[in-house]
């Protein structure tokens, strides 16, 4: 069967850099995305990556490894808005995506 | 960047009545549009994937008649819930892709909360 792994809740410190881990099986790949969802909110992109690789965007970055099927996101120079859940999803061979259950963040003071 | 949105935002209805979901992508012609559902502290999970003309594709579990989708244009999908009970409530999310992506990103609405008493 298909399945991602990621942490279910991770907290971290203002300012701390914090990293979220996603491991995956899926049938075939094209792709994985990361996603920042707010509480109640629908999610937005952060970022794809399709190749072996470190992606990286402001404060944000994003690391792939196909042959390991990992992947991590990491988050620099924590603020509190970036509480929030982080869900990382796999599109398979069939261009659907796969979803994870989501890696609830919480920044402490 | 490309903009889809919802309507309503949030909605509550008596049990056993319908309700109906707009998603439209504003700026862009959307190839394929998803629906979503998920529950409270769960993930995202895909109800179905319509094609403009094209009837839906719906995921294992998905009843098809009690969760209709109509794709009548490139921009504009509907999802109707029939006959809504309590256990539909739950927050709605579609999405759509755009083809000249070459990875297929989905743009998400800000997403519809049911709640059916």
């Known amino acids: 069967g298909q399945n991602i792994d990621q942490p279910t809740e991770m907290t971290a410190t203002e300012g701390a850099i914090v990293q979220i881990n996603c491991t995956y099986q899926?049938?075939?790949?094209?792709?994985l995305f990361w996603y920042q969802q707010h509480a109640g909110e629908a999610p937005t992109f952060l970022s794809y990556?399709?190749l072996d690789g470190l992606e990286e965007k402001g404060r944000f970055s994003s690391f792939l490894s196909r042959s390991k099927g990992y992947s991590y996101l990491l988050l620099k120079e924590l603020q509190m808005k970036d509480s929030a859940s982080y869900l990382c999803?796999?599109?398979?061979?069939?261009?659907?995506?796969?979803w994870g259950a989501g890696t609830k963040l919480i920044i402490k003071p | 960047g490309a903009v889809v949105s919802q309507h309503p935002s949030w909605v509550i209805c008596k049990s056993g009545t319908s309700v109906k979901i707009e998603c439209r992508s504003l700026?862009?012609?959307?190839?394929?549009m998803f629906w979503y559902r998920q529950f409270p502290k769960q993930s995202l999970m895909l109800m179905a994937t319509?094609?403009?003309?094209?009837?839906?594709?719906?995921e294992q579990g998905v009843e098809k008649d009690k969760f209709l989708i109509n794709h009548a244009s490139l921009t504009l999908s509907t999802l109707t819930v029939t006959s809504a009970h309590p256990e539909d409530s739950s927050f709605y999310i579609c999405?759509?892709?755009?083809?000249?992506?070459?990875?297929?990103?989905?743009?998400f609405g800000p997403g519809t909360r049911l709640t059916v008493l």
């Open positions: 899926t049938s075939g790949f094209n792709g």
């Open positions: 700026d862009f012609q959307a190839t394929t």
């Open positions: 319509s094609n403009e003309g094209s009837k839906a594709t719906y």
């Open positions: 999803a796999v599109m398979d061979s069939n261009y659907q995506l796969i």
């Open positions: 990556n399709v």
């Open positions: 999405s759509a892709s755009l083809a000249e992506l070459n990875y297929n990103e989905q743009f």
